[in-house]
């Protein structure tokens, strides 16, 4: 299954009751694997996650640690940004040229990397 339809399929099994604004996001793994995630909210809304986050954690639950591409998608009337916390897991798992694909459901798609969502990043270089 390509990412689109990934990240397509996964966001109908978004839990979003509080803010009805269901995500999908779908990355690729270094083996060529697809794993994708959806958000989870919470009733205590600060413990909710987040589509990418989602995604994260199943590639790495599946034994990967390596992301080539990313596809997030959302009902919005324009691609949806990942948020600071999800650019920095982003960054944790793939390289600054990885390409990260925004997309609303109706089809609109605008093309970022890693780096430019999270230019500057702290990486483990620093400590
Ligand atoms: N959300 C994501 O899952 N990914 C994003 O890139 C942006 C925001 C979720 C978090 C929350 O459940 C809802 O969208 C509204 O912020």
């Known amino acids: 299954m390509s990412l689109k339809d990934a990240a397509l399929k996964v966001r109908e099994n978004a839990h979003a009751p509080y803010s009805n604004f ?6 690729l793994s270094g083996s060529g ?5 959806c958000n989870v909210e919470n009733v205590a809304y600060p413990e909710g996650t987040c589509a990418e986050a989602g995604a994260i954690a199943a590639m790495v639950a599946a ?3 390596e992301l080539t591409e990313v596809y997030v998608v959302a009902s919005s009337p324009r691609p949806v940004p990942p948020c600071g916390g999800c650019r920095q897991k982003l960054a944790e798992f ?3 040229d990885v390409v990260v694909t925004l997309a609303t459901v109706d089809g609109h798609e605008t093309t ?3 780096g430019d969502l999270l230019p500057g990043a702290f990486d ?3 400590m």
Do not use: N, P
Request: proline residues 0%; glycine residues 18%.
């Open 112 to 114: 970022t990397t890693i």
């Open 33 to 37: 694997v697809v794993y994708s995630g």
């Open 63 to 65: 034994g990967e640690t």
């Open 94 to 96: 793939g390289k600054a």
């Open 22 to 27: 269901k995500v999908g996001a779908a990355v």
């Open 124 to 126: 483990a270089s620093f």
